[in-house]
């Protein structure tokens, strides 16, 4: 029958201790990378602002527009955001570039404003500023946010903006 660990020399039993000791470390360790696996996830997902300043979430969520024709949003955002720190000398001709291929009724790439949105923005055109699509911008995202978004975190895109690198 089994006596036990009392049965055992001695040095077996610290051995048992040491090996003990090292595997609840490695184990402490793996949850430890697991964790911050999570944390990553959880921060790349907790909301579209998280995904959109993730290079790999932009792409991944964009893959996802593309799959259903709606990707005019997110490149609209994206316009905004590099037109935000267009020099003053460029924001004319960029500020126009982006309305007829974004605003403009009819467009291509024509995003879904609202008429009160689409007359204000006409109305700074004139003289566009750095601010010039904010409120645009704001409507699109969060358009992406209550409708896209949801979507994308339910397909088999976001598993993309999940690998860490």
């Known amino acids: 029958m089994c006596k ?17 000791v090292k595997l609840s470390h490695l184990a402490d360790k793996q949850e ?7 944390l990553h996830e ?7 602002e998280s995904l959109l300043n993730s290079k790999i979430g932009q792409k991944a ?9 709606s ?13 935000r720190v267009t020099p003053p000398w460029q924001q004319g001709a960029k500020a126009q570039s982006m309305y007829c291929q974004y ?7 024509e995003v879904n404003l609202d008429a009160e949105t689409k007359e204000a923005l006409l109305r700074v055109m004139e003289e566009p500023a750095g601010d010039t699509f904010h409120e645009a911008q ?4 969060h ?9 994308f975190l339910r397909s088999p895109h976001c598993l993309e903006a999940l690998r860490v690198p």
């Open 4 to 20: 036990g660990l009392s049965s055992l020399p001695s040095s077996c039993l610290e051995k048992a201790k040491g090996m003990r």
């Open 32 to 38: 430890w990378t697991h964790h911050k696996h999570r």
């Open 42 to 48: 959880d921060r790349t997902l907790q909301d579209l």
């Open 61 to 69: 969520f964009l893959w996802f527009l593309q799959s259903e024709f």
């Open 71 to 83: 990707e005019e949003n997110l490149q609209f955002w994206l316009a905004c955001e590099e037109y």
């Open 103 to 109: 605003i403009n009724p009819g467009s291509p790439q």
């Open 138 to 141: 704001q409507h699109v995202y």
């Open 143 to 151: 358009l992406m946010a209550k409708d896209s978004y949801p979507r």
